[in-house]
Protein backbone atom coordinates (compact mmCIF):
# COMPACT_ATOMS: atom_id res chain seq x y z
CA UNK A 1 0.00 0.00 0.00
CA UNK A 2 1.37 3.37 -1.44
CA UNK A 3 0.95 6.05 1.64
CA UNK A 4 -0.33 8.77 0.73
CA UNK A 5 2.18 12.15 0.22
CA UNK A 6 0.69 15.26 1.24
CA UNK A 7 0.87 18.15 -1.14
CA UNK A 8 2.30 21.83 0.28
CA UNK A 9 -0.66 24.05 -0.26
CA UNK A 10 2.01 26.75 -1.86
CA UNK A 11 2.15 23.73 -4.91
CA UNK A 12 -2.04 22.71 -5.06
CA UNK A 13 -2.69 23.04 -8.64
CA UNK A 14 -5.01 26.79 -9.74
CA UNK A 15 -7.03 24.69 -12.29
CA UNK A 16 -6.23 26.87 -14.82
CA UNK A 17 -7.17 30.19 -12.72
CA UNK A 18 -5.21 32.96 -12.65
CA UNK A 19 -6.27 34.20 -9.05
CA UNK A 20 -7.39 38.15 -8.99
CA UNK A 21 -7.50 38.35 -5.22
CA UNK A 22 -4.46 40.84 -4.48
CA UNK A 23 -2.69 40.28 -7.65
CA UNK A 24 -0.19 42.82 -8.29
CA UNK A 25 -0.47 45.19 -11.31
CA UNK A 26 2.51 47.59 -12.76
CA UNK A 27 2.77 51.24 -11.93
CA UNK A 28 2.22 52.79 -15.86
CA UNK A 29 -1.04 50.17 -15.84
CA UNK A 30 -2.69 51.38 -12.24
CA UNK A 31 -1.76 55.06 -13.79
CA UNK A 32 -3.48 54.39 -17.10
CA UNK A 33 -6.30 53.06 -15.60
CA UNK A 34 -6.76 56.00 -12.79
CA UNK A 35 -6.35 58.41 -16.11
CA UNK A 36 -8.54 56.69 -17.99
CA UNK A 37 -11.29 56.72 -15.40
CA UNK A 38 -11.07 60.22 -14.64
CA UNK A 39 -11.75 60.66 -18.20
CA UNK A 40 -14.42 59.06 -18.40
CA UNK A 41 -16.28 60.62 -16.09
CA UNK A 42 -14.99 64.05 -17.40
CA UNK A 43 -16.79 63.08 -20.74
CA UNK A 44 -19.89 61.72 -18.53
CA UNK A 45 -20.21 64.75 -16.76
CA UNK A 46 -19.62 67.44 -20.25
CA UNK A 47 -22.28 64.70 -21.90
CA UNK A 48 -24.79 65.43 -19.11
CA UNK A 49 -24.38 68.63 -18.67
CA UNK A 50 -25.11 68.98 -22.38
CA UNK A 51 -27.34 67.10 -23.07
CA UNK A 52 -29.11 65.96 -20.05
CA UNK A 53 -31.64 68.96 -19.89
CA UNK A 54 -30.38 70.52 -17.10
CA UNK A 55 -30.22 74.15 -16.34
CA UNK A 56 -26.22 74.86 -16.01
CA UNK A 57 -26.76 77.76 -13.88
CA UNK A 58 -27.21 74.41 -11.44
CA UNK A 59 -24.70 71.92 -13.03
CA UNK A 60 -22.20 73.70 -15.11
CA UNK A 61 -20.07 71.83 -17.60
CA UNK A 62 -16.81 71.27 -17.52
CA UNK A 63 -15.80 73.83 -20.32
CA UNK A 64 -17.72 76.58 -18.00
CA UNK A 65 -15.67 75.51 -14.90
CA UNK A 66 -12.44 75.41 -16.56
CA UNK A 67 -13.11 79.15 -18.31
CA UNK A 68 -14.00 79.91 -14.10
CA UNK A 69 -10.74 78.45 -12.92
CA UNK A 70 -8.79 80.97 -15.37
CA UNK A 71 -10.30 83.70 -14.28
CA UNK A 72 -9.81 82.63 -10.70
CA UNK A 73 -6.39 81.94 -11.65
CA UNK A 74 -5.81 85.45 -12.67
CA UNK A 75 -7.75 87.02 -9.35
CA UNK A 76 -7.23 85.39 -5.92
CA UNK A 77 -7.12 81.59 -6.40
CA UNK A 78 -2.94 81.48 -5.37
CA UNK A 79 -3.64 83.58 -2.03
CA UNK A 80 -6.97 81.66 -1.13
CA UNK A 81 -5.52 78.37 -1.37
CA UNK A 82 -2.47 79.62 0.31
CA UNK A 83 -4.65 80.65 3.44
CA UNK A 84 -6.27 77.22 2.63
CA UNK A 85 -3.29 74.94 2.86
CA UNK A 86 -1.92 76.65 5.90
CA UNK A 87 -4.80 76.56 7.93
CA UNK A 88 -4.92 72.99 7.33
CA UNK A 89 -1.41 72.40 8.07
CA UNK A 90 -1.45 73.80 11.28
CA UNK A 91 -4.56 72.45 12.74
CA UNK A 92 -3.53 68.66 11.77
CA UNK A 93 0.06 69.28 12.74
CA UNK A 94 -1.13 70.69 16.11
CA UNK A 95 -3.70 67.86 16.45
CA UNK A 96 -1.10 65.25 15.73
CA UNK A 97 1.18 66.10 18.08
CA UNK A 98 -0.93 65.48 20.51
CA UNK A 99 -2.90 62.36 19.13
CA UNK A 100 -0.29 60.31 18.20
CA UNK A 101 1.76 60.30 21.94
CA UNK A 102 -1.60 60.15 23.73
CA UNK A 103 -2.60 57.14 21.13
CA UNK A 104 0.47 55.34 21.67
CA UNK A 105 -0.23 55.69 25.82
CA UNK A 106 -3.62 54.11 25.01
CA UNK A 107 -2.60 51.76 23.19
CA UNK A 108 -0.35 50.39 26.08
CA UNK A 109 -1.33 50.77 28.96
CA UNK A 110 -4.56 49.57 30.40
CA UNK A 111 -5.04 51.85 33.07
CA UNK A 112 -4.88 54.94 30.99
CA UNK A 113 -7.10 53.34 28.55
CA UNK A 114 -9.88 52.94 30.43
CA UNK A 115 -9.55 56.16 32.12
CA UNK A 116 -9.35 58.16 28.87
CA UNK A 117 -10.74 55.72 25.68
CA UNK A 118 -14.58 56.19 27.22
CA UNK A 119 -14.39 59.74 27.07
CA UNK A 120 -12.57 60.10 23.58
CA UNK A 121 -14.96 57.70 22.16
CA UNK A 122 -18.04 60.05 23.94
CA UNK A 123 -16.75 63.35 21.96
CA UNK A 124 -16.16 61.67 18.76
CA UNK A 125 -19.74 60.90 17.96
CA UNK A 126 -20.38 64.85 18.72
CA UNK A 127 -20.67 67.01 15.15
CA UNK A 128 -17.84 69.02 15.03
CA UNK A 129 -20.34 71.29 13.22
CA UNK A 130 -21.45 72.03 16.91
CA UNK A 131 -18.44 73.28 17.92
CA UNK A 132 -18.18 76.20 15.47
CA UNK A 133 -20.18 78.16 17.37
CA UNK A 134 -18.19 77.77 20.30
CA UNK A 135 -14.93 77.96 19.07
CA UNK A 136 -16.45 81.50 18.04
CA UNK A 137 -17.52 82.20 21.11
CA UNK A 138 -14.21 81.10 23.00
CA UNK A 139 -11.40 82.81 20.97
CA UNK A 140 -13.60 84.73 18.37
CA UNK A 141 -13.11 84.56 14.44
CA UNK A 142 -8.99 84.73 14.04
CA UNK A 143 -6.81 82.06 12.89
CA UNK A 144 -6.91 80.27 15.62
CA UNK A 145 -10.36 79.70 15.44
CA UNK A 146 -9.87 77.72 12.26
CA UNK A 147 -7.19 75.57 14.03
CA UNK A 148 -9.39 75.00 16.93
CA UNK A 149 -12.14 73.34 14.26
CA UNK A 150 -9.90 71.18 12.58
CA UNK A 151 -8.17 70.12 15.78
CA UNK A 152 -11.84 69.34 17.00
CA UNK A 153 -12.58 67.33 13.99
CA UNK A 154 -9.63 65.14 13.81
CA UNK A 155 -8.26 64.62 17.32
CA UNK A 156 -9.97 62.21 18.65
CA UNK A 157 -10.30 60.07 16.48
CA UNK A 158 -6.89 60.32 15.63
CA UNK A 159 -5.99 59.33 19.28
CA UNK A 160 -8.53 56.01 18.95
CA UNK A 161 -7.17 55.20 15.53
CA UNK A 162 -3.41 55.50 16.64
CA UNK A 163 -4.15 53.51 19.86
CA UNK A 164 -6.19 50.27 18.11
CA UNK A 165 -2.53 50.60 15.67
CA UNK A 166 -0.81 49.81 18.83
CA UNK A 167 -2.63 47.32 20.24
CA UNK A 168 -2.32 45.70 16.73
CA UNK A 169 1.67 44.96 17.22
CA UNK A 170 2.20 41.13 17.87
CA UNK A 171 2.20 39.94 20.99
CA UNK A 172 4.97 37.55 20.01
CA UNK A 173 7.42 40.54 19.79
CA UNK A 174 6.81 42.03 22.80
CA UNK A 175 7.26 38.80 24.63
CA UNK A 176 10.40 38.10 23.09
CA UNK A 177 11.60 41.73 24.22
CA UNK A 178 10.48 40.96 27.68
CA UNK A 179 12.17 37.41 27.34
CA UNK A 180 15.61 39.39 26.35
CA UNK A 181 15.42 41.63 29.47
CA UNK A 182 14.06 44.66 27.59
CA UNK A 183 12.24 47.55 30.26
CA UNK A 184 9.04 48.65 29.68
CA UNK A 185 10.55 52.09 28.04
CA UNK A 186 13.08 49.86 25.92
CA UNK A 187 9.62 47.36 24.73
CA UNK A 188 8.30 50.67 23.66
CA UNK A 189 10.66 52.63 21.94
CA UNK A 190 12.48 49.09 20.01
CA UNK A 191 9.29 47.32 19.17
CA UNK A 192 6.29 48.97 19.88
CA UNK A 193 6.55 52.46 17.93
CA UNK A 194 8.81 50.80 14.73
CA UNK A 195 6.21 48.17 14.35
CA UNK A 196 3.07 50.29 14.80
CA UNK A 197 4.41 53.29 12.64
CA UNK A 198 3.30 51.89 9.17
CA UNK A 199 -0.02 51.81 10.19
CA UNK A 200 0.19 54.86 12.10
CA UNK A 201 1.47 56.47 9.45
CA UNK A 202 -1.53 55.55 7.03
CA UNK A 203 -3.72 56.56 10.02
CA UNK A 204 -2.57 60.34 9.46
CA UNK A 205 -3.21 59.75 5.37
CA UNK A 206 -6.52 58.76 6.36
CA UNK A 207 -7.31 62.24 8.95
CA UNK A 208 -5.35 64.66 6.76
CA UNK A 209 -8.61 64.08 4.52
CA UNK A 210 -11.11 64.81 7.30
CA UNK A 211 -8.74 67.84 8.17
CA UNK A 212 -9.71 69.58 4.84
CA UNK A 213 -13.77 68.94 5.55
CA UNK A 214 -13.29 70.61 8.66
CA UNK A 215 -11.20 73.40 7.24
CA UNK A 216 -13.88 74.03 4.80
CA UNK A 217 -16.84 74.21 7.43
CA UNK A 218 -14.33 76.48 9.63
CA UNK A 219 -14.11 78.89 6.32
CA UNK A 220 -17.82 78.87 5.59
CA UNK A 221 -18.73 80.24 9.01
CA UNK A 222 -16.27 82.36 9.72
CA UNK A 223 -13.71 83.60 7.39
CA UNK A 224 -12.35 86.71 5.19
CA UNK A 225 -10.21 84.41 2.28
CA UNK A 226 -9.60 80.91 1.61
CA UNK A 227 -11.05 78.30 -0.61
CA UNK A 228 -13.96 77.41 2.09
CA UNK A 229 -14.65 81.22 2.14
CA UNK A 230 -14.69 81.64 -1.89
CA UNK A 231 -17.70 78.58 -1.58
CA UNK A 232 -19.45 80.72 0.27
CA UNK A 233 -19.48 83.97 -1.61
CA UNK A 234 -20.59 81.92 -5.05
CA UNK A 235 -23.71 80.19 -3.29
CA UNK A 236 -25.03 83.65 -2.68
CA UNK A 237 -25.02 84.31 -6.35
CA UNK A 238 -25.27 81.32 -7.65
CA UNK A 239 -22.14 80.68 -8.92
CA UNK A 240 -22.26 77.19 -8.88
CA UNK A 241 -18.82 77.26 -11.33
CA UNK A 242 -16.94 78.75 -8.80
CA UNK A 243 -17.78 76.26 -6.21
CA UNK A 244 -16.97 73.26 -8.91
CA UNK A 245 -13.55 75.09 -9.04
CA UNK A 246 -13.30 75.18 -5.36
CA UNK A 247 -13.80 71.83 -4.37
CA UNK A 248 -11.75 70.94 -7.28
CA UNK A 249 -8.73 72.78 -6.14
CA UNK A 250 -9.35 71.22 -2.78
CA UNK A 251 -9.25 67.79 -4.27
CA UNK A 252 -6.21 68.71 -5.67
CA UNK A 253 -4.36 70.07 -3.12
CA UNK A 254 -5.17 67.12 -0.70
CA UNK A 255 -4.49 64.69 -3.59
CA UNK A 256 -0.68 66.19 -3.54
CA UNK A 257 -0.29 65.92 0.23
CA UNK A 258 -1.88 62.52 0.00
CA UNK A 259 0.48 60.98 -2.35
CA UNK A 260 3.84 62.98 -0.73
CA UNK A 261 2.91 61.02 2.56
CA UNK A 262 2.44 57.83 0.76
CA UNK A 263 5.66 58.32 -1.08
CA UNK A 264 7.57 59.10 2.19
CA UNK A 265 5.84 56.28 3.55
CA UNK A 266 6.87 53.98 1.39
CA UNK A 267 10.53 55.28 1.46
CA UNK A 268 10.45 55.26 5.16
CA UNK A 269 8.75 52.02 5.90
CA UNK A 270 10.21 50.14 2.96
CA UNK A 271 11.07 47.04 5.71
CA UNK A 272 7.00 46.78 6.06
CA UNK A 273 6.48 46.78 2.28
CA UNK A 274 8.88 43.95 2.11
CA UNK A 275 7.86 42.28 5.24
CA UNK A 276 3.92 42.04 3.63
CA UNK A 277 5.21 40.32 0.63
Known amino acids: M ?5 TPEAELPTRGRRPRLYRELGSRTYTVIAVGAMAVLLVLWWVYARYGGTNPTFLPGPDKVARRFVEYLQGDLVADAAASFNRVTIGFLLSTVMAVPLGVLLGTVRIAEAAVEPTMG ?14 IIWIGVGEEQKWLVIWIGTFFTQVLMVMDNVKRVRRELINVGYTLGMSDLAVLTRIVIPASSPAIWDTLRITLGWAWTWLVLAEVVAADD ?6 TLAQRYLQTDTIFVALIVIGLIGLAMDQVMKIVGRRVFRWAERGNG
Open 2 to 6: TPSVA
Open 122 to 135: FIRYMPAVAFVPLT
Open 226 to 231: GLGHRV
